[in-house]
Each structure stands twice: as structure tokens, then as C-alpha cells.
């Protein structure tokens, strides 16, 4: 299974500003994928974000307010923007094995107050 | 409809006794796969055991095992003589076809907890 580091694994911010989390994969995959996890729920698909394209994103979320890159095969960072304290969450970057089963990385925990 | 099930919000499990949590699913898909994922309280999220549809034995990965009636559309996890470790949330998950990207579908999660 691929080995998936994200960062950061937890930060407090002010409501208003911005966070980007990176996520680092370590083997080439075709396909990276951003979930979040909102206090005491289940996991909510964000985005898909592959290489070289504009990332796909699921119904209730936009570029404006989750921008992602992609910029090689082994990379992917999801920004939070303008966060308020509803996107309080985890936010967990994951990836597709040749066996169709989808690891995470360690999750990022964000806090906004 | 939901795709995925579970019933159980909240177990709890005698240290080495066995434990089953519950998982149903819903779909038309001939072909789909079923996961269980733990998340401890540190919000990794680990993956246990996957069945896919055509597969005839019931998934084993030592103390997990997948207890799968296709007829009855559950995958219910059975954990085997529990460890304290063994606390934490637990979510069943299905993909439908084979197609790279297919969207995983999520139940709400069990909370499994390992009573010394």
C-alpha cells in the first residue's frame, strides 16, 4: 500500500484566512482524492484531483472556497479559504491502489475559531 | 436510498471476546467491492479488510474477518478476541464498478469500545 504524509496533522486558525494542506504520496498514482470530516460524521468526498487537469469537485463544493493542485504524480494540496468555523474539520487526502482500494494519509485536523 | 448502513452507533466489547459490527448495502452494481476502515482518536484512517463481489470465501485478515451474504446485501465485520487497541470508530464502505475513481460511498461509523 502507498505511504501518504500529510500536513499539517492539526492547526488552529482565524476565521477569515486560508490554509493549505499538502499531501505527499510515495509512488506515482493517477488519481488523489480529498475528503473531509466534519465533527462526529462520516466522510464527505471534496474533490478528485488529477495530474495535468483541473480537479473534479462534488456537488456543495467550488474552486473558490477549495482550491486543489496537482502538480506531478506524487503531489496534491487542498487550500481552505476564507474558513469559517463550519469548515472546523478533518480533512483527509487519500489515494487508489492498482486493487481499487483507497488509503489516507493521516488526516488534518483544523479548528477555526 | 443510502448506499451504506450502520445501525450501531455505539459498541461496546468485553477484552477477548469477539465482536460484530453490523453493515448493509444497497446497490444494483453486479460488481462492486466492500471496505471496513478504523479511525482511532487520532484521525488516521486505517484500512482493515475488503471483499469484492465475486468472491466466493468470506474475506479473512488475521483477527478480521468479513462475514459477507451477498443475498442479504450485509458485510458485517467480525473482530476476534478484542484488544484495548480495538477501541475506536469503525466505517463500512462500498465502491460500485471498477473503474479507476469510482466515488467510495461511506456508512456513519460504529464506535467500538474495549471494556478491560
Known amino acids: 500500500s502507498a505511504v501518504i504524509s500529510q500536513k499539517p496533522s492539526r492547526d488552529i486558525c482565524q476565521r477569515g484566512t486560508s490554509l493549505t494542506i499538502q499531501c505527499q504520496v510515495d509512488?506515482?498514482?493517477?488519481?488523489m482524492f480529498w475528503y473531509r470530516q466534519q465533527p462526529g460524521q462520516s466522510l464527505t468526498l471534496i474533490a478528485t484531483?488529477?495530474?495535468?487537469?483541473?480537479?473534479?469537485?462534488e456537488s456543495g463544493f467550488v474552486i473558490d472556497k477549495f482550491p486543489i493542485s496537482r502538480p506531478n504524480l506524487t503531489f496534491s494540496t487542498l487550500t481552505v479559504s476564507n474558513m469559517s468555523p463550519e469548515d472546523s474539520s478533518i480533512y483527509l487526502c487519500?489515494?487508489?491502489?492498482?486493487?481499487?482500494?483507497?488509503?489516507f494519509g493521516e488526516g488534518s485536523w483544523l479548528t477555526v475559531v | 436510498a443510502q448506499k451504506i448502513t450502520q445501525t450501531q452507533p455505539g459498541m461496546f466489547v468485553q477484552e477477548k471476546e469477539a465482536v460484530t459490527l453490523d453493515c448493509t448495502y444497497d446497490?444494483?452494481?453486479?460488481?462492486?467491492?466492500l471496505f471496513w476502515y478504523k479511525q482511532p482518536s487520532s484521525g488516521e484512517m486505517i484500512f482493515l479488510i475488503y471483499?469484492?463481489?465475486?468472491?466466493?470465501q468470506n474475506a479473512t485478515e488475521g483477527r478480521y474477518s468479513l462475514n459477507f451474504q451477498k443475498a442479504r446485501k450485509s458485510a458485517n465485520l467480525v473482530i476476534s478476541a478484542s484488544q484495548l487497541g480495538d477501541s475506536a470508530m469503525y466505517f463500512c464502505?462500498?465502491?460500485?464498478?471498477?473503474?479507476?475513481?469510482?466515488?467510495?460511498?461511506f456508512g456513519t461509523g460504529t464506535s467500538l469500545t474495549v471494556i478491560p
Open positions: 464502505a462500498m465502491r460500485e464498478g471498477w473503474d479507476t475513481g469510482n466515488q467510495f460511498y
Open positions: 484531483a488529477n495530474q495535468g487537469s483541473e480537479a473534479t469537485y
Open positions: 471483499q469484492g463481489s465475486y468472491d466466493q
Open positions: 509512488s506515482q498514482v493517477t488519481m
Open positions: 487519500s489515494v487508489e491502489d492498482r486493487g481499487h482500494t483507497i488509503y
Open positions: 446497490t444494483s452494481d453486479p460488481s462492486y467491492g
